[in-house]
């Protein structure tokens, strides 16, 4: 397997989404070629630190700003529907 | 090396209730879809528009227009993946009209494969959060993904930070499965290959 080959794979590798066949290949070339498994490593690091940042969290008092402006917007076109 | 876990969906038993309430007008029922979803659609529209404001209309918007058109879902998907959609619609046309200079599509792509071949091949310090801030580290990973294209960030924050699948991520933006797969890998290598600079094993750092 080349480097290329393996970039290709690198995300179904990641997600757990390649066949044992291809995993076992995949891990084989992680074994010996240090560059693929630096690059494997960080990508995994980048999904996690994103997934886990709290990045863009709604703060209460907007989420509940929004809320009530969503729920008055609901019932107003709710009201015109009966009517 | 391990797999990424993903994260634990929330139960959905009751959630076919919830919308066929809503459905026939229970505001009270789709009140509680909102308070289920708000936080995710929040995030999803800050990350595609980068703009406070323009994310704050994106929910009320998104969350009215599913409520308006719930006779139109047919709960063939689920109600969070149809949700997203109509939220990442918002988040594009107002994205669109911030930037009417440049284009943006979800089909608009993607110079060449040359994009996403790791350039700098550095490993990382142990901990990388740690030699941040947390506000600091916020600011970087915000500024970061800022710099892909709004296809790639897309793709990126619905498969690795909101935890859909494959399959829900290409019905909520209608693209191929392997058009997905494609750019979230690149959006992966090229988000890698930018937190590279922050995060690299410097002179000194320990080896594990």
Known sequence: MTCSEFLKELSDYLDNTTDQRIRAELEDHLHWCHNCYVVCNTTKRTIEIYRDSQLFELPDDLRNRLRTAIIGKCKQHKAKTDA | ?208
């Open chain 2, 1 to 208: 090396m391990g797999a990424i876990e993903s994260k634990v969906s929330e139960p959905v038993s009751d959630e076919s209730v919830l919308v066929n309430a809503a459905r026939n007008g229970d505001v009270g029922a789709f009140e509680q879809l909102v308070r289920r979803y708000d936080r995710n659609v929040f995030r999803i529209a800050q990350h595609i528009t980068q703009n406070r404001e323009d994310a704050e209309d994106v929910v009320q918007d998104a969350f009215l227009k599913a409520f308006q058109n719930l006779g139109q879902f047919q709960g063939q998907s689920k109600f969070y993946t149809w949700l997203v959609r109509i939220a990442v619609n918002e988040a594009l046309m107002r994205l669109r009209r911030r930037r009417p200079e440049r284009t943006v599509s979800l089909d608009e792509d993607v110079k060449t494969e040359e994009d996403s071949i790791p350039r700098e091949v550095a490993d990382w310090s142990p901990n990388p959060e740690q030699l941040y801030s947390q506000a600091e580290l916020k600011d970087i990973l915000s500024k970061t993904i800022q710099g892909l294209s709004p296809g790639f960030r897309t793709v990126f924050v619905l498969c690795d930070v909101e935890a859909l699948s494959t399959e829900e991520t290409a019905e909520a933006l209608n693209l191929s499965i392997p058009a997905v797969k494609s750019r979230l890998l690149r959006a992966r290598l090229q988000l890698r290959e930018r937190l590279n600079k922050y995060f690299k094993r410097r002179n000194g750092d320990s080896k594990q």
